[in-house]
């Protein structure tokens, strides 16, 4: 499985970008996918996620209701969608992938054996 994020850049407080993450490689649709989020100096964290079965999103409070995470199975490609962004969400954002993760442990980073390289994120 390859991942490939793209669409990070620059922006404004209270502004919006939006992330993509094309995937390759897929033997099988039924991925849980991910985006998570490392600062510098800080631990990744997870950020947002999808199960296998595309039932149950789940985000980090951070980012709840500002956030929106969605895959398109038919161009193999996730989103994360950022509005009303902060300086606090500056960091590289990653997505990841992998098929056998527990509905409870979308946002563990431990769980996700594929990785993309990153897209970088700075809101001043």
């Known amino acids: 499985v390859q991942l490939v994020e793209s669409g990070g850049g620059s922006v404004q407080a209270g502004g919006s970008l939006k992330l993509s993450c094309q995937a390759s490689?897929?033997?099988?649709?039924?991925?849980?996918v991910a985006w998570f989020r490392q600062a510098p100096g800080e631990e990744r964290e997870g950020v947002a996620a999808?199960?296998?079965?595309?039932?149950?999103?789940t985000y980090a409070d951070s980012v709840k209701g500002r956030f929106t995470i969605s895959k398109d199975n038919d161009k193999d490609t996730l989103y994360l969608q950022m509005n009303s962004l902060k300086p606090e969400d500056t960091a590289m954002y990653f997505c990841?992938?992998?098929?056998?993760?527990?509905?409870?442990?979308?946002?563990?980073?431990?769980?996700?054996?594929?990785w993309g390289q990153g897209t970088q994120v700075t809101v001043s």
């Open positions: 990841a992938a992998d098929r056998l993760v527990y509905s409870c442990n979308l946002l563990l980073m431990n769980e996700y054996r594929h």
């Open positions: 490689g897929y033997t099988s649709r039924r991925y849980a």
């Open positions: 999808i199960d296998s079965d595309s039932t149950t999103t």
